[in-house]
């Protein structure tokens, strides 16, 4: 490690980089606790399906209730559960959360999970993802795997063979942050993607320039044709909403539309009855 530190490694052992050292290594023994403690829990975003004029899924983001820190971002503590292998077993937790929460809503109301590289490469993750399934008798194609382009890069065999796999469960898979990482149309000949997610960086730029426009005209376009659905991520105003919609966007999500959500309040969102009893597997 302290190679990569700097030339002949020095700089391992200034007090500031010792000071770094320590506190990720503290991080990775808190981030132990979060499991074990019960300190993760679930945020739940609404995807808006915009022909339908309704919510037709959520998608769970990670939150960590550090009892010092706070609310740590998934951003902030996610590279350290990837270096760490941790992120398998959050991962997972994920994964089983999701499906316990998603089996209460009505049955169009689809979950979508974040699937980080790290655990998409772990050899158990089929497992988990059918055993979530049949613990919650959630049924398989309700389940949305979000993925993303990095996972083309070292690997593209292994990661087609893992999505078929995948695919095979009946659990259906999305193309996450798309155009930000390493962007190739090859792959998305190659797997049929269910939807496809048009990174926010993308949204942004849509009032003020109008490449942006035309880029979200063509990622539409060939999402059609390939019988792929769209996703705008990070919608955060009418105007947007707007050029979207013209453009042939299948659904929306960002702070215009909701923020992400308690799960007492997707209840409230989907005019379920909050008393209604979980629904029973089998
Ligand atoms: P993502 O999968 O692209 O999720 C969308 C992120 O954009 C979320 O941030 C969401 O809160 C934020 N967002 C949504 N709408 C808007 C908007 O209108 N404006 C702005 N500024 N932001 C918006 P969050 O929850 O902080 O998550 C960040 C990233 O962390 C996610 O990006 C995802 O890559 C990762 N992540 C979250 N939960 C999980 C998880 O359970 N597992 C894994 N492996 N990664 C996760
Ligand atoms: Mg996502
Ligand atoms: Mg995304
Ligand atoms: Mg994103």
Not at 11 to 39: C, N, S, V, W, Y
Not at 104 to 131: D, K, Y
């Amino acid at each position: 490690r302290a190679k990569h530190e700097g030339r002949g490694g020095y700089r391992f052992f200034e007090p500031a980089m010792d000071a770094e050292a320590q506190k990720r290594r503290q991080m990775e023994l808190d981030l132990h606790d979060a499991i074990t403690e019960g300190q993760l829990s679930l945020m739940f975003q609404p995807l808006f399906n915009l022909s339908e004029s309704r919510v037709s899924a959520f998608e769970a983001l990670l939150r960590w209730n550090h009892p010092v820190r706070g609310l740590v971002p998934p951003l902030d503590f996610i590279p350290l559960a990837e270096d760490t292998g941790l992120i398998i077993p959050i991962g997972d937790w994920v994964i089983r959360e999701a499906c316990r929460v998603a089996c209460n809503w009505p049955e169009h109301v689809r979950i979508a999970v974040n699937v980080s590289p790290v655990q998409f490469r772990s050899p158990g993750l089929s497992a988990v993802i059918l055993q979530a399934l049949s613990e919650t008798g959630l049924s398989p194609q309700r389940l949305e795997l979000e993925i993303t382009e990095s996972l083309f890069i070292d690997n593209p065999e292994t990661t087609l063979a893992s999505l078929h796999s995948l695919r095979a469960l009946g659990v259906r898979v999305a193309l996450d942050d798309f155009g930000t990482g390493y962007s190739s149309l090859s792959y998305l000949r190659a797997f049929p993607f269910d939807k496809i997610k048009i990174d926010r960086s993308f949204i942004i730029d849509l009032l003020n320039n109008d490449g942006a426009t035309a880029i979200i005209k063509s990622i539409t376009t060939l999402a059609e044709a390939l019988g792929m659905e769209t996703t705008a991520e990070g919608v955060e105003n009418a105007g947007q909403l707007d050029i979207l919609r013209e453009q042939g966007c299948s659904h929306i999500q960002g702070f215009y539309f909701s923020k992400p959500v308690h799960e007492a309040e997707v209840s409230t969102m989907l005019g379920m009855d909050a008393a209604e009893p979980a629904r029973i597997a089998g």
